[in-house]
């Protein structure tokens, strides 16, 4: 079964650079039959996605975002990333990694990681 | 920009029926997905393409569309499907994944 866990640091400062690593177990990250994706919930709120990455290596970003979003792919590692720049204090939140079984459920995600809380304060 | 609309709560008595919607807000050919997310937990997908269950969700769960509206609907309402529930579609494009605001259901 499918398993992915989160890991990055969990504090950053205003204007620094956010990078967050999803290690995937049990699949390939090379495999076509799967999307990968990152979503991110401010505590209290609502799931937010930010974008998601194929085995093709195409990107789709949240627009509201997407100035400062970079998702890629570590093949040799079987994991994939999410970098945000300049982060701010409404970047403060609980950021999941998730995946997709595409040739069963399209384009939902149906398994996620555990989340990593990510607070941005100076 | 393209939104799905869900009530904030909907609250309904155990063994009774719970119907959550999901507008869009505008016409779309996508389809849509189901999670329900229990407090500290990671959102969990129940419906898929609409209307397809996930395997190991209870057979109470379902979905349903009618225009631009979804809908997911739980028979037989029990204490631990108590959760938050959050629809999700791409926009009207396919390009960008859209999320609703969620809907907290309360079991009285």
């Known amino acids: 079964q499918l398993r992915l866990q989160e890991s990055g640091p969990g504090l950053l400062k205003p204007s620094e650079t956010l990078s967050l690593t999803c290690s995937v177990s049990?699949?390939?990250?090379?495999?076509?039959?799967?999307?990968w994706g990152w979503i991110r919930q401010t505590p209290g709120k609502g799931l937010q996605w930010i974008g998601n990455?194929?085995?093709?290596?195409?990107?789709y970003y949240n627009p509201s975002l997407k100035s400062r979003v970079t998702i890629s792919v570590d093949t040799s590692k079987n994991q994939f990333s999410l970098r945000l720049t300049s982060v701010t204090a409404t970047d403060t939140a609980l950021y999941y990694c998730?995946?997709?079984?595409?040739?069963?459920?399209?384009?939902?995600?149906?398994?996620w990681g555990q989340g990593t809380m990510v607070t941005v304060s100076s | 920009s393209y939104e799905l609309t869900q009530p904030p709560s909907v609250s309904v008595s155990p063994g009774q029926t719970a119907r959550i919607t999901c507008s869009a807000d505008?016409?779309?050919?996508?389809?849509a997905y189901w999670y329900q997310q229990k407090p500290g937990q990671a959102p969990v997908l129940a419906i898929y393409?609409?209307?397809e269950r996930v395997s190991g969700i209870p057979e109470r769960f379902s979905g349903s569309r009618s225009g631009t509206t979804v809908t997911l609907t739980i028979d037989g309402v029990q204490a631990e499907d108590e959760a938050d529930y959050y629809c999700?579609?791409?926009?009207?494009?396919?390009?960008?994944?859209?999320f609703g605001g969620g809907t907290k259901l309360t079991v009285l």
């Open positions: 998730a995946s997709g079984t595409i040739l069963i459920t399209d384009d939902a995600f149906n398994t």
């Open positions: 049990s699949a390939s990250i090379s495999s076509n039959s799967y999307l």
């Open positions: 990455i194929y085995y093709s290596g195409n990107t």
């Open positions: 505008a016409v779309s050919n996508q389809y």
């Open positions: 393409k609409d209307t």
């Open positions: 999700q579609s791409p926009d009207s494009s396919g390009t960008y994944v859209i």
